[in-house]
């Protein structure tokens, strides 16, 4: 019953390093989705992907990059870290556009 | 583009009291999902509720329900009975259900959100 694992759950960087936040689902869920959450607010989309190979960007893509070469593979990569992303990252999962969202348990970044 | 909006930063609610939080959105669509879900203090985020919005019946879920305002473009939540394990952040979502857009609509929108403490 593992649905969407991401790791690490908690992290620190300094400023200008880079970094990859794993993501993984064993649903079979062709949608994937990448949000950051910070303090006092909602999630916003960062990127998505609507099957393997296929990736787009959401609200606020800057300063992070995806892949989907499988279904089940969703990695967000940091590049150049920021004290601006210091958040927490949710990855989350669904079957079809209107499906319900599955999401992981969270990653906690901070930048210094 | 859609905004959803959360009035009440912070309820509290007495052990098997009934509780109502509020959500507002804004779109210029008629087919649409909206969603509760529930953040507790692990992270997690829970669905607790889906409202299709083409359904006029009201969705619930045991001790969840929704006052769903189409016109008013409002959709509240009601936990009846509340208890102790009730207590998280709670967030409004929206969702496209735009079939001209499946390559865009699979998003939801969140709000705020509002935290709900539960008192003995």
């Known amino acids: 019953n593992a649905g969407v694992t991401q790791t690490p759950k908690f992290r620190i960087l300094k400023i200008g390093q880079s970094m990859t936040l794993q993501c993984t689902q064993d649903?079979?869920?062709?949608?994937m989705y990448w949000y950051r959450q910070d303090p006092g607010m909602g999630l916003k989309l960062i990127y998505y992907s609507v099957g393997a190979g296929i990736t787009d960007k959401g609200e606020v893509p800057n300063g992070y990059n995806v892949s989907r070469s499988t279904t089940e593979d969703f990695p967000l990569r940091l590049e150049l870290a920021a004290p601006s992303q210091t958040s927490v990252y949710f990855c989350?999962?669904?079957?079809?556009?209107?499906?319900?969202?599955?999401f992981g348990e969270g990653s906690r970044l901070t930048v210094l | 583009a859609q905004t959803v909006t959360q009035s009440q930063p912070e309820m509290s609610v007495q052990e098997a009291e009934t509780v109502t939080l509020s959500c507002t959105y804004d779109t210029s669509e008629s087919d649409y999902y909206l969603f509760w879900y529930k953040q507790p203090p692990s992270r997690q985020m829970i669905l607790v509720i889906r409202q299709e919005a083409y359904k006029q019946q009201n969705a619930t879920e045991n001790r969840f329900s929704v006052n769903f305002q189409k016109a008013a473009k409002s959709f509240s939540l009601k936990i009846s009975d509340s208890q102790l394990g009730d207590a998280a952040m709670y967030f409004c979502?929206?969702?496209?259900?735009?079939?001209?857009?499946?390559?865009?609509?699979?998003?939801?929108?969140f709000g705020t959100g509002t935290r709900l403490q539960v008192t003995l």
């Open positions: 979502a929206y969702r496209s259900a735009s079939v001209r857009n499946t390559g865009t609509a699979s998003k939801l929108t």
């Open positions: 989350a999962s669904s079957t079809h556009y209107a499906g319900e969202l599955f």
């Open positions: 649903m079979n869920h062709n949608y």
